[in-house]
């Protein structure tokens, strides 16, 4: 859910997909009116849904409160892609990719 | 007008003074009357001054605030005294940080999609120069007695050394991606730059121009501020909701404080007992001990980022709220530690439905509703690109 970017919200959310390889479903709230129904006062913020379509948690955005609260809503025994690297052996090729090819053209170009 | 069942009523109907209610957010109890956790600090007043504000400083001359508006791409000029905006200043293109020089009385804007860094005489209200720099420059520092700005080129992975007074660049040091916010230990004449994508920290020796050590931090640095009077500088982990306790002297990791949600601002009171951590998670500030510990929490507006004491009034702390496009202004009068500790409090849509909604998706253009969620497990993640 992309919410409050104040102009240009399409293309601000779609140039930070790309460069960060967001994948998935992206909706926008650009006025940040479903956010205000939630409660949600900042990003970034998790809101964990079950399937009765009840809310389990809301927060948990460091990375042990994100396992957590994904193994509760799951329930015991599921299965979770492990966690990634420490942050300092992780690839981020792909991401100095894309900020380079930034850097040439501008951030604003073709956003 | 509320509905009875709407989380504000039921919360209410506890009992008691204080409440929680989503017109607050904060993830803990507060007292509705100061907006706070603890009845010492309390919020002043809120001030809409544009687009997703960032950086914010104080003139403490005349008394006003200057809010950097990422999105408007202006300056926002904040007459304290009043609580109202009462002008605004073009500069370039997002506007993320901003310092002042009270010598030459200039505020100093790093303009990320420019590249540059905007010169803005504060009596004239405009810009009279801008300073090439890196790519996608994010952060600042000043250092006024040696007539030095720093600022961190997210994008060029370098950190700039700008000459304040001739107004160009003397030079670069280099750091690693995601070189953004700075601050400098005047006393070693040291700058710590942040490098928020591969999580360190770059020391810069400022008299050499080069880098002298590499610290490895928590994920998602986004902040730091030198603490002269404990030889210490923390540094903000956005990402791993962590704030490092660094030695200037040996730069080594004393401490991981963990803090609320998703910190990304921190400022330091003069007197070096505590700071403000602006909370962008949760639309709050904290103000901890620097052991740490949580001293209080305030309801600020949504999202927010820059946070900075007063020059002349320490007591005064200002935040700028990305979410809310505004300025919160708290005033602190707390005197040490609480007696009890800040009520953490789980979220009221907890165990309640969620809403219904119907959202363009992105990619497609085409409105998703809840509906096609009906039967399974998922998480919404609440983003935005700042």
Redesign the interface.
């Known amino acids: 859910?992309?919410?409050?970017?104040?102009?240009n919200a399409?293309d601000?959310?779609?140039?930070?997909?790309e460069l960060w390889g967001v994948d998935g479903?992206?909706?926008?709230?650009e006025r940040?009116e479903?956010?205000?129904?939630?409660?949600?006062?900042?990003?970034?913020?998790?809101?964990?849904?079950?399937?009765?379509?009840?809310?389990?948690?809301?927060?948990a955005?460091?990375?042990d409160?994100l396992e957590a609260a994904?193994r509760r809503?799951?329930g015991s025994g599921a299965e979770i892609d492990p966690p990634g690297r420490p942050?300092?052996e992780r690839d981020?090729s792909h991401?100095?990719g894309n900020?380079s090819a930034?850097?040439v053209t501008?951030?604003?170009a073709g956003a | 007008m509320l509905e009875d069942d709407s989380p504000t009523a039921l919360d209410a109907q506890a009992g008691g003074q204080t409440e929680w209610s989503f017109e607050y957010g904060a993830s803990c109890r507060l007292d509705l009357e100061t907006g706070s956790s603890d009845p010492a600090i309390r919020v002043r007043g809120e001030v809409a001054v544009g687009l997703d504000p960032e950086g914010v400083v104080v003139d403490g001359t005349t008394n006003r605030a200057y809010v950097a508006c990422s999105r408007s791409g202006s300056v926002a000029v904040v007459d304290l005294e009043k609580l109202e905006r009462i002008g605004e200043i073009a500069v370039g293109q997002e506007p993320i940080d901003i310092v002042l020089d009270p010598v030459s009385r200039r505020a100093f804007t790093a303009d990320a999609r420019s590249n540059q860094v905007s010169v803005i005489d504060l009596d004239v209200g405009e810009v009279t120069a801008t300073i090439p720099v890196g790519a996608y420059p994010a952060g600042l520092a000043i250092d006024v007695e040696r007539r030095r700005l720093y600022c961190g080129d997210t994008m060029g992975s370098t950190l700039s050394i700008v000459d304040v007074d001739r107004l160009e660049r003397l030079g670069t040091v280099e750091a690693e991606l995601g070189a953004g916010a700075v601050d400098v230990d005047r006393a070693r004449n040291v700058a710590y730059c942040v490098n928020f994508v591969t999580g360190s920290v770059t020391v810069a020796d400022l008299e050499a121009m080069e880098a002298v050590d590499r610290i490895v931090v928590g994920e998602g640095p986004c902040a730091a501020v030198v603490v002269p009077d404990r030889d210490e500088v923390f540094v903000v982990n956005s990402l791993a909701g962590t704030i490092a306790r660094i030695g200037l002297d040996d730069h080594r990791v004393r401490e991981e404080l963990p803090v609320p949600n998703a910190p990304v601002g921190i400022t330091a009171a003069p007197s070096g007992d505590r700071i403000y951590v602006a909370n962008r998670g949760d639309g709050s500030m904290s103000v901890l001990g620097c052991d740490g510990l949580e001293w209080a929490r305030v309801a600020v507006g949504a999202a927010p980022g820059g946070v900075i004491v007063h020059p002349e009034d320490p007591r005064i702390v200002l935040v700028a709220n990305a979410g809310t496009g505004s300025i919160t202004v708290v005033e602190d009068d707390l005197t040490g530690p609480p007696a009890s500790r800040v009520e953490a409090i789980e979220h009221p849509l907890v165990g309640r439905p969620l809403p219904e909604f119907a959202l363009p998706d992105l990619h497609t253009g085409a409105l998703r509703h809840q509906v096609e969620w009906a039967e399974k497990k998922y998480i919404l993640n609440f983003f935005a690109s700042w």
């Open positions: 859910m992309n919410v409050w970017e104040g102009v399409l601000e959310a779609r140039s930070f997909c479903t992206v909706l926008l709230d940040g479903f956010a205000r129904a939630v409660g949600v006062r900042g990003v970034p913020t998790n809101v964990f849904v079950d399937s009765d379509g009840t809310v389990m948690a809301v927060g955005v460091s990375p409160d994904t809503l799951l942050h300092d981020l991401i100095e900020i930034r850097s501008g951030p604003e």
